[in-house]
């Protein structure tokens, strides 16, 4: 999930063009040298300019995302997470420990969720259309099922860490059905035929944990903006956390991330990265966006909720 996911800040995954209430600002962290240093620089690389503006502003049809306020990350905000920056310290640090703590807290209270599942991602330079789907996640041992509603309502697929000699097992929509249940490695050209990620790293946690491995990367450098505001998803009251580097470097993976998180849950429910403007003053370009709606945590699922026998898959 993802990308990205949350990928970028918060890669991840697990999301599509946001309908917001209003343009959004944030003001840049000014950091000294000798503590953080400027990455590289790099080239842009793929499509034109042209090509890349047209399909930056696509219109894609998602669960709406509301931005509601925005507060510089050396401000306040009405959030029940802690996200204090201390003096001289890095704008992503507070992001880094909540990141951290969320992942330890998911060990400790979550077993396992179903959720509806709403992505777009960046293929070979295209966006691709949404994709939503039903989701099942447990956590030990590593267990994803997945049925789409949209755009192949009914295609399937089951994967169960160490199981089924590590490949998923899979039914196609459509006249697909006919050829029955197949067992395809992870990373391999039909299963991810459509896909920026393997199943493997589906969910929430693989999410927060990319993340954490990008924020311990970003904190080593300078050009970070840091932002937070109030937002709603699909109704829930979330905290929104925007990291921007205004300039291409080889070592920044965004231009733009932001990352969604529960505010009841305690876990990151979406995440949308961009990459730089194709022309100067052009609106950012959206690489990967998830969203998790519908989150229902701790079912009590069983081996039997993975088990490719269960009669209520590949039907």
């Known amino acids: 999930m993802p990308a990205t996911i949350f990928p970028a800040l918060f890669r991840i995954a697990l999301v599509l063009p946001l309908a917001t209430t209003g343009a959004l600002t944030a003001e840049a962290q000014q950091l000294t040298r000798p503590v953080y240093h400027v990455a590289e620089n790099t080239a842009s690389e793929g499509q034109s300019a042209t090509e890349q503006q ?4 696509a219109p894609v049809d998602v669960p709406p995302m509301r931005d509601v306020a925005v507060t510089p990350a050396s401000g306040q905000i009405d959030s029940p997470f802690d996200l204090t920056q201390q003096p001289g310290e890095h704008p992503l640090m507070p992001c880094l420990r909540l990141a951290k703590g969320a992942l330890v807290d998911m060990d400790q209270r979550i077993q396992d969720y179903s959720a509806t599942f709403t992505k777009v991602e960046r293929l070979d330079g295209q ?12 956590h030990q041992p590593f267990s994803v099922y997945t049925r789409f509603i949209t755009p192949n309502p ?3 697929a089951l994967y169960v860490e160490n199981q089924n000699d590590g490949k998923l097992v899979a039914l196609g929509s459509g006249w697909k059905r006919r050829f029955g249940k197949v067992n395809l490695p992870v990373d391999g050209m039909m299963a991810m035929n459509g896909q920026r990620y393997p199943i493997t790293k589906a969910g929430i946690r693989n999410l927060t944990a990319e993340l954490v491995m990008i ?3 970003d904190v080593k450098y300078a050009e970070c903006e840091v932002s937070y505001g109030k937002a709603t998803i699909d109704g829930r009251d979330v905290t929104m956390i925007r990291a921007i580097h205004p300039t291409p470097r080889k070592n920044f993976r965004y231009h733009k991330a932001e990352i969604f998180i529960d505010n009841e849950l305690r876990i990151p429910v979406a995440y949308q990265a961009f990459s730089w403007p194709a022309v100067q003053g052009g609106e950012p370009i959206l690489e990967e966006k998830y969203i998790y709606t519908n989150i229902k945590l701790n079912n009590g699922f069983t081996d039997k909720d ?3 026998e269960n009669p209520e898959y590949f039907q």
């Open 54 to 57: 047209a399909v930056a502003t």
């Open 215 to 217: 924020a311990e990367q």
């Open 127 to 138: 966006l691709g259309d949404p994709q939503k789907m039903e989701i099942r996640v447990r």
């Open 154 to 156: 009914g295609q399937e």
């Open 306 to 308: 993975f088990s490719p």
